[in-house]
């Protein structure tokens, strides 16, 4: 899927979903870069989204409050979203000056950002195996102390 050919486009390498934000991107792109982050998140079978910024060389804090969303989107979502780059000098001071860099995954080139989604993705597949396991325990656990009946009440 391509949306603007000097911007946006969307396209998968090894089951991640890549949208790359390419030249520069201001107000009047961000229902594009919304659409395409909204639609790597949910179409299809990935391993996560990773979001390559190597080729943008301007954004403003429009389109950074759009990452910041795709961000807590695919948190809610439990799904990996990580940044690649290299980044351009003014992407990074961006990034340095708001203080993302301590809340967005960020890698320095796209190879290790589709490591990074799948470090991820398997940490969240072994966080879920752990709840799934708890809950298996649980449920062994409770009918032998409960036995269905309502708790005595000691005097």
Same mark, same amino acid.
Request: net charge negative.
């Given at each position: 899927?391509?949306?603007?050919?000097?911007?946006?486009?969307?396209?998968?390498?090894?089951?991640?979903?890549?949208?790359?934000?390419?030249?520069?991107?201001?107000?009047e792109d961000t229902t594009?870069?919304?659409?395409?982050?909204?639609?790597?998140?949910?179409?299809?079978?990935?391993?996560?989204?990773?979001?390559?910024?190597?080729?943008?060389?301007?954004?403003?804090?429009?389109?950074?409050?759009?990452?910041?969303?795709?961000?807590?989107?695919?948190?809610?979502?439990?799904?990996?979203?990580?940044?690649?780059?290299?980044?351009?000098?003014?992407?990074?001071?961006?990034?340095?000056?708001?203080?993302?860099?301590?809340?967005?995954?960020?890698?320095?080139?796209?190879?290790?950002?589709?490591?990074?989604?799948?470090?991820?993705?398997?940490e969240l597949l072994d &966080? $879920? /195996? *752990? !709840? =799934? &396991? $708890? /809950? *298996? !325990? =649980? &449920?062994?656990?409770?009918?032998?102390?409960?036995?269905?009946?309502?708790?005595?009440?000691?005097?």
């Amino acid at each position: 899927m391509v949306f603007d050919r000097q911007s946006i486009d969307v396209t998968r390498q090894d089951r991640v979903t890549v949208v790359c934000f390419r030249n520069e991107l201001d107000l009047e792109d961000t229902t594009e870069a919304t659409l395409a982050l909204s639609r790597a998140l949910t179409e299809g079978p990935t391993d996560g989204t990773l979001l390559d910024l190597s080729g943008l060389t301007f954004a403003d804090s429009t389109q950074l409050n759009v990452i910041l969303r795709a961000h807590g989107d695919h948190l809610h979502a439990q799904r990996p979203f990580v940044l690649a780059g290299p980044y351009q000098p003014g992407i990074a001071r961006l990034f340095e000056v708001t203080g993302v860099t301590d809340v967005l995954n960020m890698a320095d080139t796209r190879d290790e950002g589709i490591r990074r989604i799948r470090e991820l993705r398997d940490e969240l597949l072994d &966080a $879920d /195996a *752990d !709840a =799934d &396991a $708890d /809950a *298996d !325990a =649980d &449920a062994a656990i409770a009918p032998a102390s409960d036995q269905g009946h309502p708790p005595s009440a000691s005097m």
